[in-house]
């Protein structure tokens, strides 16, 4: 599979994606919330964050398999129509990519930083 790269995007040649410091702010927010947590972040097709993670140990997992866990999925993103995130205007957007299939979807924001990660950090909570 190839990986499209847009000759034109913000991060290409050592630049730092837009959203680092969102990617940072939200790595310290939900430290230590789930045994397995990963947040990246990137301008490849878009500026975004990616939350990755599971509720359940590695060695629960059947199989070793990640889908076998209660695992979630959640992205970060520029307001709707937005391609790269401008910190003018500081409204994200945080959304389920993808979770377990009892978990429940974590309904889809729009607003200021600080209350898109809260609403991350609330559904851990609220599913540990």
């Known amino acids: 599979m190839e990986i499209i790269h847009d000759v034109d995007r913000p991060d290409v040649d050592g630049v730092p994606p837009k959203m680092q410091a969102i990617c940072d702010q939200t790595k310290e927010a939900l ?26 140990p590695k060695e629960d997992w059947a199989n070793n ?5 209660r695992y979630f999925i959640f992205m970060l993103c520029p307001m709707k129509g937005k391609r ?7 409204k994200i957007t945080v959304e389920t990519v ?21 609403k991350i950090k609330s559904w851990l909570e609220n599913n540990k």
């Open 31 to 56: 430290a230590g919330m789930a045994p397995i947590l990963q947040v990246t972040t990137n301008d490849n097709l878009m500026s975004s964050v990616m939350v990755r993670g599971s509720l359940d």
């Open 98 to 118: 993808n979770t377990k299939y009892n978990l429940p979807n974590l309904r889809k924001y729009t607003g200021p930083i600080d209350k898109a990660i809260g």
């Open 65 to 69: 398999i990640f889908e076998n866990s």
């Open 84 to 90: 790269y995130y401008d910190p003018e205007d500081p």
